[in-house]
């Protein structure tokens, strides 16, 4: 899920961003949620420190009537979160050009007063949407999958191992403290997958970050949040290097 963060001092715009924003997730079927909505520059700075989001979406005002204001925000964002998606709206157009000295590089700029204000929002969520559908990206380090009618987005730092469902072209990933059931299959999510993804049986692709030891004797694969998935005896020695390299 893309985390969404928004900052304007005018609380009663703050809310018409909200409404906007979440009717536009909701009827485009987006992974995407707002996360916080703050009216101060510190609020914001506070709850990007304590969640330390990745690659998330900024919508800031830039005359916050701050100390800090929203071109300097975004500068501190950057230090947090550096590969984030920032939208300023505002009424000061001629502020853009600062935006070069703080080398914040936006991804838009949304006018208040401009008559299609909603629709600038929606293609601005639509473009930071297609950045993270584009295979093997980068950037963002993510899987994009599609569960019934919506279209999820699951970081590989989230995905611990994938295995086959019991339903046929199914398979079933497994993150932290949640199962997903969707249909494909494991040859086609290995080909969406980078270098820290292998497969340790013909039935599991496990993430290498995320593996504490490997049980030779039991041909056992163990997780540091517990789990363990079986390990074939072919490729347990492969496995094992690729643990060593890392």
């Not at 009827?27 to 510190?42: Q, Y």
């Not at 008559?115 to 963002?140: A, M, R, S």
């Not at 993150?175 to 292998?198: A, Q």
């Not at 540091?224 to 005896?233: A, R």
Request: proline letters at 4%; charged letters at 30%.
């Amino acid at each position: 899920m893309i985390p969404i963060y928004l900052c304007e001092d005018d609380k009663f715009q703050l809310e018409c961003w909200r409404k906007i924003i979440n009717n536009t997730i909701l009827i485009n079927e987006w992974d995407m949620k707002i996360k916080a909505a703050t009216d101060t520059p510190c609020d914001l700075l506070r709850l990007v420190n304590k969640s330390k989001p990745e690659n998330a979406v900024y919508f800031l005002d830039i005359d916050l009537k701050n100390s800090m204001n929203g071109i300097q925000l975004a500068a501190e964002i950057r230090k947090y979160d550096p590969r984030s998606f920032i939208i300023f709206i505002t009424t000061h157009e001629e502020m853009a050009l600062n935006t070069f000295k703080y080398k914040v590089e936006p991804l838009g700029y949304i006018i208040k007063e401009a008559p299609d204000f909603k629709d600038q929002i929606k293609d601005c969520l639509q473009n930071v949407c297609e950045k993270y559908h584009v295979p093997n990206n980068p950037v963002t380090d993510v899987l994009t999958i599609r569960m019934e009618s919506k279209l999820l987005i699951i970081p590989y730092d989230e995905i611990y191992y994938i295995e086959p469902s019991t339903q046929s072209h199914r398979v079933r990933l497994h993150k932290d403290h949640e199962i997903l059931e969707f249909s494909s299959s494991l040859t086609d999510i290995k080909s969406k997958l980078d270098k820290r993804f292998m497969m340790c049986h013909k039935s599991f692709i496990v993430n290498c970050n995320h593996i504490s030891r490997v049980d030779k004797k039991t041909y056992t694969v163990h997780f540091k949040n517990g789990k363990t998935c079986p390990c074939s005896v072919r490729l347990c020695n492969q496995l094992c290097g690729r643990l060593a390299e890392l």
